[in-house]
Every structure is written in structure tokens, then in C-alpha cells.
């Protein structure tokens, strides 16, 4: 969705108030938990839905 929406990880990092590390480890999908106010900071911010950045990968 940052792509998309030719959004840079710093860029979106300081509009939604979230530190650039925190955010790369979100979007490298590393995170093992996200809250809800920051789901809807990212969604806000990219005008997307959860199911539009997010993806269930089953244990391997």
C-alpha cells in the first residue's frame, strides 16, 4: 500500500507517530503484534482497509 500510494516508511512513520524501526519491523512482518490504534493510523493515513496491509500466514 505504500507503494501504491508513493508513501515513504520515514514519511508515513512520522505522520502516524510511530518510530521508522517500529514501523520496518511492521512492514517486514517481523511484528508479532500490532495495536489497533496504530492499524487505524496506517489505515487512515494510506486510506486503505486492515485487509489491505494485512495477511494471515499460518505457523510453518
Known amino acids: ?3 501504491k ?3 515513504a516508511l ?3 512513520a512520522e505522520r ?3 518510530t521508522p524501526a517500529n514501523l520496518s519491523v511492521l512492514k517486514t ?3 508479532k503484534a ?3 490504534s496504530t492499524l487505524e493510523a496506517i489505515c487512515q493515513e494510506l486510506n486503505c482497509q486492515p485487509g489491505d496491509i494485512l495477511e494471515y500466514k499460518p505457523d510453518q
Open 1 to 3: 500500500m505504500m507503494a
Open 5 to 7: 500510494r508513493k508513501t
Open 10 to 12: 520515514g514519511e508515513l
Open 16 to 18: 502516524i507517530d510511530i
Open 29 to 31: 512482518g517481523k511484528a
Open 34 to 36: 500490532i495495536r489497533f
